[in-house]
């Protein structure tokens, strides 16, 4: 199985997949800091990784079965007070559905993080 990997971090969700035998797409992080310790500790992935996925066109990512990705949704958080549901969704949040809406794979995993 193919996965897409969004605000990857250092792979706090590429690590589990790895030892399941799926197989990264690509994967977009920002961080310089998260970007080095990611790919020492994928170095088969270096050269995958999208950039800022607030500039790329998800129509242009290649095909994936699961997408993942952690990010803040700040429209219904415990942290927010407006607590609006999916209406006003925007921010990382927003960009993950809209390759989800995009690309429509199969499966997908969320974390919503402070």
Same mark, same amino acid.
């Given at each position: 199985? $193919?996965?897409? &990997?969004?605000?990857?971090? #250092? !792979?706090?969700?590429?690590?589990? =997949?790895?030892?399941? +035998?799926?197989?990264? @797409?690509?994967?977009?992080? #920002?961080? *310089?800091?998260?970007?080095?310790?990611?790919? @020492? +500790?994928?170095?088969? =992935? *270096?050269? =995958?990784?999208? !950039?800022?996925?607030? $500039?790329?066109?998800?129509?242009? #990512?290649?095909?994936?079965?699961?997408?993942?990705?952690?990010?803040?949704?700040? &429209?219904?958080?415990?942290?927010? +007070? +407006?607590?609006? !549901?999916?209406?006003?969704?925007? !921010? =990382?949040?927003?960009?993950?559905? *809209?390759?989800?809406? &995009? *690309?429509?794979? &199969?499966?997908? #995993?969320?974390?919503?993080? $402070?």
């Amino acid at each position: 199985m $193919k996965y897409l &990997s969004l605000f990857t971090g #250092i !792979g706090g969700f590429d690590l589990p =997949l790895r030892e399941l +035998n799926f197989e990264c @797409a690509a994967w977009s992080e #920002i961080d *310089k800091y998260a970007i080095k310790t990611f790919e @020492a +500790n994928f170095p088969e =992935l *270096k050269g =995958l990784n999208l !950039g800022d996925i607030t $500039k790329v066109n998800p129509d242009t #990512i290649n095909d994936f079965d699961l997408l993942v990705f952690g990010s803040p949704c700040q &429209s219904f958080s415990i942290s927010s +007070n +407006n607590r609006n !549901g999916l209406d006003g969704v925007s !921010g =990382l949040f927003g960009e993950g559905i *809209k390759v989800l809406r &995009s *690309k429509q794979p &199969s499966w997908f #995993i969320w974390e919503n993080v $402070k």
